[in-house]
């Protein structure tokens, strides 16, 4: 923290600072943990030592319609904006009037491939797949993405409850802390025997491998007064990161770890943010009192159920200490001289018409459907077809896709270009690109989604477009000139970037020049090829022409010379 600071130790100032974190957090774990107990009872991390317990947590839950639209929400975000089964992303450059180069565009498409691939062989994918799955329930996910030697990248998706932000003046997450625990075993193989407190050292010593210890994680900026001018290690970078026990230290002023950061090296994205929130609001908090009334109707039909089928019973009290056998085909015994007749029957007639219940069951369903969009990523999910295009989703969805889209911008900005922009410093520290064309120096790069979701956005606008050219081409019947209005080289790099056309398939401006230039050149070689054939048949007509009689030549040759024949 604050050099020259003498009252407080470093681990001590962040102690307080995590729990001033908490403080504020405060107020969103009771939600949390009633989103977790009806939607994901195996997520989130409410106490350190919440975690690897496989008790059962399902007990809130009789109807799992929740949990199921939650996971379709996940699923249908992985597939439409970060599938890996296609690309989700390219690079490109702000000018455009070099965007089209050939060799700026092959070096852009070798970077992304690269970043895909490094995607691919890390665990990405997966940490993807989980912030979808926390977003959806929580409004909020975290992943933090480190640098790893085999994998350039390792990325830990946390849970809600483990960690708290907060944001900077502009309301961009730039702080992140989080609690969590390791096994003694992991704390001297992350930072070594030597940086450990004295305690987690006796637990090794006394061979105690697999005891707990509770580790801190401090990630914030760093202030240009804890920084040196002129010095790039990891104790002057913009970011700090460190680590520290939580237990009572005899080294307490001392750190497990501290390093450094150029950028915040994480991404926390939120649903929504309302206005100066640090943490999101989401589907998962629109659904709650949906699903808890489903709750409460399936354990009610099942109540009923049960009265109708198996009823409370009046016994005569002759049957008092004696078995009576319920069971279909049961025989009881009674004697007729005591006057007992032996009836048995219902202590009330339970006849309940649940057909009304199972179809507020079915409206309550429609609505948690409703709200985590299921039939919109059940389309992408159901449609068998491989051709089915954004173009195709926009206009049977186009509504969904209206609402959805201030989510995906968001989800964009918060946690996938910062993915992307982070993915990309760490191939360039491993000497993984290739050199850029100088044509790209000092020019600004920025990240495009072609996704399907991402396309499907776009591809609504594409409306208004067929709208003009179908207005222009019935005026240019009667009125062609209207057509130099339309400028077809810009109208079809609009176009295709609206619909997420793979740039390769766009043959860039100066290919486009030459391949002018070359059939402008060919055409005037043919118009001069034609022009000296003509000339030449009519030179080969002429000498052939029979001069001696009168015709129209001998005339023209007269008036030329001065004579006439006679």
């Known amino acids: 923290m604050q050099k020259g600071t003498a009252s407080y130790t470093p681990r001590e100032q962040y102690l307080r600072r995590w729990s001033a974190l908490k403080a504020e957090r405060s107020s969103w774990i009771t939600h949390w943990q009633e989103i977790s107990r009806y939607l994901l009872p195996r997520s989130g991390r409410f106490v350190s030592t919440d975690r690897n317990l496989g008790t059962n947590r399902h007990?809130?839950?009789?109807?799992?319609?929740?949990?199921?639209a939650l996971r379709i929400l996940a699923a249908g975000l992985m597939a439409g904006l970060t599938s890996p089964a296609r690309p989700w992303f390219r690079l490109t450059i702000a000018d455009t009037d070099l965007a089209g180069y050939g060799p700026v565009d092959n070096w852009l498409h070798d970077v992304s491939e690269t970043m895909r691939r490094v995607f691919d062989k890390s665990n990405t994918y997966r940490s993807l797949h989980s912030m979808y799955t926390e977003l959806g329930a929580f409004s909020t996910g975290a992943n933090l993405i480190m640098p790893d030697y085999h994998n350039v990248i390792h990325n830990h998706p946390l849970t809600v409850g483990e960690y708290a932000i907060a944001t900077n003046s502009k309301g961009t997450v730039d702080t992140l802390y989080r609690e969590f625990q390791f096994r003694v075993t992991q704390v001297i193989e992350e930072f070594g025997i030597k940086n450990v407190s004295t305690a987690t050292k006796d637990l090794y010593n006394r061979?105690?491998?697999?005891?707990?210890?509770?580790?801190?994680?401090?990630?914030?900026?760093?202030?240009?007064?804890?920084?040196?001018?002129?010095?790039?290690?990891?104790?002057?970078?913009?970011?700090?990161?460190?680590?520290?026990e939580g237990s009572i230290n005899d080294r307490a002023g001392d750190l497990l770890r501290e390093s450094g950061?150029?950028?915040?090296?994480?991404?926390?994205?939120?649903?929504?943010?309302?206005?100066?929130?640090?943490?999101?609001?989401?589907?998962?908090?629109?659904?709650?009192?949906?699903?808890?009334?489903?709750?409460?109707?399936?354990?009610?039909?099942?109540?009923?159920?049960?009265?109708?089928?198996?009823?409370?019973?009046?016994?005569?009290?002759?049957?008092?200490?004696?078995?009576?056998?319920?069971?279909?085909?049961?025989?009881?015994?009674?004697?007729?001289?005591?006057?007992?007749?032996?009836?048995?029957?219902?202590?009330?007639?339970?006849?309940?018409?649940?057909?009304?219940?199972?179809?507020?069951?079915?409206?309550?369903?429609s609505r948690i459907d409703k709200t985590f969009y299921v039939d919109l990523f059940l389309m992408l999910a159901n449609d068998t077809r491989s051709n089915i295009t954004a173009r195709e989703i926009a206009e049977r969805h186009e509504e969904k896709l209206l609402m959805l889209g201030p989510v995906l911008e968001r989800l964009h900005n918060e946690m996938l270009t910062p993915l992307i922009d982070l993915t990309f410093d760490r191939i360039i520290e491993a000497g993984m690109l290739p050199p850029p064309p100088p044509e790209l120096e000092n020019r600004e790069l920025r990240v495009e989604f072609v996704s399907m979701l991402a396309q499907a956005q776009r591809a609504v606008g594409t409306g208004s477009i067929d709208r003009l050219l179908g207005?222009?081409?019935?005026?240019?019947?009667?009125?062609?000139?209207?057509?130099?209005k339309i400028d077809g080289d810009q109208l079809i790099d609009v176009y295709s970037n609206m619909l997420g056309v793979p740039p390769e398939l766009i043959v860039a401006d100066d290919k486009v020049a030459i391949i002018r230039q070359q059939r402008a050149q060919a055409q005037q070689q043919a118009a001069q090829m034609e022009a000296t054939t003509h000339a030449a048949d009519t030179a080969q007509t002429l000498s052939q022409t029979d001069t001696s009689k009168k015709s129209a030549l001998t005339d023209a040759i007269d008036q030329v010379s001065g004579y006439s024949q006679q």
């Open 261 to 365: 950061f150029k950028t915040f090296p994480g991404m926390a994205p939120r649903w929504d943010v309302i206005g100066g929130d640090e943490y999101g609001n989401g589907p998962g908090m629109d659904a709650l009192g949906d699903i808890k009334q489903l709750q409460h109707q399936q354990l009610r039909k099942a109540t009923g159920i049960d009265y109708m089928t198996d009823p409370p019973l009046q016994v005569p009290n002759s049957y008092k200490n004696q078995s009576i056998d319920r069971f279909p085909g049961g025989v009881m015994y009674y004697d007729p001289a005591s006057g007992t007749n032996g009836g048995i029957k219902s202590a009330f007639e339970v006849k309940l018409d649940l057909s009304h219940l199972l179809v507020d069951i079915q409206d309550v369903r």
């Open 59 to 68: 007990n809130a839950i009789y109807d799992s319609s929740g949990t199921r």
């Open 471 to 484: 207005t222009v081409g019935g005026l240019a019947q009667v009125k062609p000139e209207v057509l130099d």
């Open 207 to 244: 061979g105690n491998y697999d005891s707990w210890v509770t580790i801190y994680h401090a990630i914030e900026p760093r202030h240009e007064r804890d920084r040196e001018y002129g010095k790039r290690d990891a104790s002057n970078m913009p970011f700090k990161s460190c680590y520290f």
